[in-house]
């Protein structure tokens, strides 16, 4: 991707009107004028508004992995100080960046065609999610990463969709209590 002035305009204004409305709900047309460029730009750098959605995904996930780094990087190495890295993580995140919820979950809640090439990227982040609970479980030298990262995974993404409709005051510190009582009574605390 060539990502010009005009180029980071438009993908600017796609994740802005995207997030806060829906990618079905947004047209071409509206995120042409939030950018303020024209249709033909938006195709001549994107080529589709499917490309654009494909962009948008991406670009919010290379942000939420930098974000995330940072903070586990700044966390002690045990196991329950990344895992409740995540997890505040995810509250900053949501607070700063996502009160609307996880922009793959509400991705996905629009795009569940596996044609789609959305598709691949929206599951992707939540299998490199899994993954990384994996990992910092496995660091621990426990008998059943697997199944204890997807417990955790399971608490996180409640936490998103829980804190994204504002259904569970303090979601995230909920699901963190949560995860640090399951990686004790695993004893991989």
Not at 9 to 34: N, T
Not at 131 to 149: K, Q, Y
Request: hydrophobic share 50%; charged share 25%; aromatic share 8%.
């Amino acid at each position: 991707m060539d990502w010009t002035p005009k180029a980071r305009a438009i993908l600017d204004a796609a994740s802005e009107l995207f997030y806060a409305q829906g990618i079905h709900a947004v047209g071409v047309e509206a995120i042409a004028e939030r950018a303020g460029v024209t249709k033909r730009t938006l195709y001549d750098r994107f080529g589709s508004k499917e490309r654009l959605v494909v962009e948008y995904l991406l670009a919010r996930d290379a942000s939420w992995r930098a974000f995330l780094a940072d903070r586990l990087a700044a966390a002690d190495s045990s196991v329950v100080a990344q895992v409740s890295a995540v997890f505040d993580a995810s509250h900053v995140w949501a607070a700063e960046r996502g009160p609307k919820g996880c922009s793959m979950i509400n991705a996905h809640a629009e795009i569940s065609d596996p044609a789609h090439p959305a598709y691949p990227v929206i599951v992707g982040q939540k299998r490199w999610m899994l993954e990384l609970f994996t990992r910092i479980v496995d660091s621990a030298g426990t008998r059943a990463p697997g199944a204890i990262a997807a417990r955790l995974m399971l608490l996180h993404e409640g936490a998103l969709v829980a804190a994204g409709m504002g259904v569970v005051e303090d979601a995230f510190d909920e699901a963190r209590s949560l995860a640090v009582e399951l990686l004790r009574s695993e004893r991989v605390a």
